[in-house]
């Protein structure tokens, strides 16, 4: 269903399907960084997987609210969703991944950031933040800016790559400042004015290969100095066989954890929902 955004914003018109607003700030992105993942997503596994733990938590803490999906990139977790029935909202900064996201079908997309679109305070009663807040610099100032627009109450779900001594390459030419651990963001979170409801890792399995294959060569001096596209098509390739068939076995499994609100003690990224306070 195609909303109205004005109602939320003042500073947006719309062009050709998407609300754009005057002035877009800059972002800590790579200006080709919501292509290449266009590329990789529709066959990624850790897409595919992300995608369903967020919709099964979003599902149990506030199905019937309308979502806003910050820094929405090219709209593949709204695209998901949104065939679970939830109503969607993509707020993204860079129009490249707004006309990927009007590409999948997708009706509400929003060309800008939040301050940029002066969004009216406390209209927002649902959103997400998925793998935007290790872009930030102020993390804390940046949540305690959106807690300006998020209706008391409101939820917030954030994913975020997770331990420092995961850092690699692929971190610099994602442009991070940072990971984290499940208690060093619920320090961010509670410092900008937000309860924990839940919070786990989510692919429990993926550390080893990271530290193995990224890390390692990092380490060494022997990563490549640019990002390999073809390297992360690889990398996030559905697999096949055996491999296949345990990976989905592992995938179920951290699934169903959060279907309880069961915490995963380690594993490859973070992912909470928080509650405004």
Known sequence: ???????????????????LCKNNSAVSYPEEGNQNCFIIEDNSFWFRHRNICISEAIKKYSKDKVFFDIGGGNGFVSMGLNKSGIETVVVEPGIQ??????????????????QDADFNKESIESAGLFDVVEHIEDDVEFLKTLSVYLKKGAKLYITVPSFNWLWSNEDKFAGHYRRYTLKSLKKVLEKAGYEIEYSTYIFSILPLPIMLFRCLPYWLG????????SKNVKEHKEKKGILSGLLNLIWNWEINKIKKSKRIFFGGSCFVVAKKS
Do not use: P, W
């Open 222 to 229: 022997l990563a490549k100095k640019s990002e390999d596209l």
């Open 97 to 114: 991944g707004c006309v990927n996201a009007r590409s999948r079908g997708l009706e509400n997309v929003m060309c800008a950031t939040l």
């Open 1 to 19: 269903m195609q909303l109205n955004l004005s109602e939320y914003a003042t500073n947006i018109f719309e062009k050709d399907g998407i609300y």
